[in-house]
């Protein structure tokens, strides 16, 4: 599985919305994202561009255990 190297986090916003994050708050450089989609979930992401691919990944794994899905799973329903 490859992610994409060049994301903003404003296009990783809107490829969220697919599971239902909306935007809850903003403070500084950190924007936090809330699904009421299987229980309620929180992820924060900062706001870069581009994301670094770590953090990506880190939020991609947080998705992923809050949905009950792999990894691959949700990169590929995102991406």
């Given at each position: 599985?490859?992610l994409?190297?060049?994301?903003?986090?404003?296009?990783?916003?809107?490829?969220?919305?697919?599971?239902?994050?909306?935007?809850?708050?903003?403070?500084?450089?950190?924007?936090?994202?809330?699904?009421?989609?299987?229980?309620?979930?929180?992820?924060?992401?900062?706001?870069?561009?581009?994301?670094?691919l770590?953090?990506?990944?880190?939020?991609?794994?947080?998705?992923?255990?809050?949905?009950?899905?792999?990894?691959?799973?949700?990169?590929?329903?995102?991406?």
């Open positions: 599985m490859r994409p190297r060049d994301i903003s986090s404003t296009e990783l916003i809107k490829l969220l919305q697919k599971f239902g994050y909306q935007i809850s708050r903003q403070k500084g450089s950190h924007i936090r994202l809330t699904t009421t989609k299987q229980g309620e979930h929180h992820i924060t992401i900062p706001n870069h561009d581009p994301i670094r770590g953090t990506l990944s880190s939020i991609i794994t947080d998705i992923a255990n809050h949905f009950k899905k792999t990894k691959e799973e949700i990169a590929k329903e995102i991406f």
